[in-house]
T-cell receptor, first 111, second 115 residues
Framework: SQTIHQWPATLVQPVGSPLSLECTVE??????LYWYRQAAGRGLQLLFY??????ISSEVPQNLSASRPQDRQFILSSKKLLLSDSGFYLC??????????FGPGTRLTVT | AQSVTQLDSQVPVFEEAPVELRCNYS??????LFWYVQYPNQGLQLLLK??????LVESINGFEAEFNKSQTSFHLRKPSVHISDTAEYFC?????????????FGTGTRLTIIP
């Protein structure tokens, strides 16, 4: 069966510091991968998605970036965090039928 | 472009009472439809989906949703709720025709069960 991992689970970072969040999927090959952000009390905002290694689509211009160094690994990064980057970050995967499967999330607090 | 509307941001319901969470969508093409549930501080879990076939779909924990093409709706229902159903519920849609790599989510409905 497929599983998806995210780490860290929680993170507190000062403004201006770098960020690296990692997501890995097990039990499937060539999945579509996604990064979402969920601000407090808000819905989900799609940040990036990838349909293959090296193929990254950005949905929202901001100070975040994403990379997919391996088939089942998706990394979200920032060089300098802003207060507005605080939120709950969710990684998801799919095989292209529309339904997506989500990881447990990373709670990021920028202070 | 697609959009999903969940008109009720919060729904309080007494335990063992029925509930309906409303979802309407707009799309110029045929769609796939989904309901996700999110418990506090967790990721989203797929609750049920409509891809094709019967317009009434059911989940293993007693929820059901009915695809109504003429009303462009996919409302979620449960005849008798439990405390454990307290969570946030998201409706989502993807299109069948132009690529279903992306889901469009509604803003969510927070379901609170009152003992």
């Amino acid at each position: 069966s497929q599983t998806i991992h995210q780490w860290p689970a929680t993170l507190v970072q000062p403004v201006g510091s770098p960020l690296s969040l990692e997501c890995t999927v097990e039990g499937t090959s060539n999945p579509n991968l996604y990064w979402y952000r969920q601000a407090a009390g808000r819905g989900l905002q799609l940040l990036f998605y990838s349909v293959g290694i090296g193929q990254i689509s950005s949905e929202v211009p901001q100070n975040l970036s994403a990379s997919r160094p391996q088939d089942r690994q998706f990394i979200l990064s920032s060089k300098k965090l802003l207060l507005s980057d605080s939120g709950f970050y969710l990684c998801a995967w799919s095989l292209g039928l529309g339904e997506q499967y989500f990881g447990p999330g990373t709670r990021l607090t920028v202070t | 472009a697609q959009s999903v509307t969940q008109l009720d941001s919060q729904v309080p319901v007494f335990e063992e009472a029925p509930v309906e969470l409303r979802c309407n969508y707009s799309s110029s093409v045929s769609v796939y439809l989904f309901w996700y549930v999110q418990y506090p501080n967790q990721g989203l879990q797929l609750l049920l989906k409509y891809l094709s076939g019967s317009t009434l779909v059911e989940s293993i924990n007693g929820f059901e949703a009915e695809f109504n093409k003429s009303q462009t709706s996919f409302h979620l229902r449960k005849p008798s709720v439990h405390i454990s159903d307290t969570a946030e519920y998201f409706c989502a849609v993807s299109d069948r025709v132009f690529g279903n790599e992306k889901l469009t989510f509604g803003t969510g409905t927070r379901l609170t069960i009152i003992p």
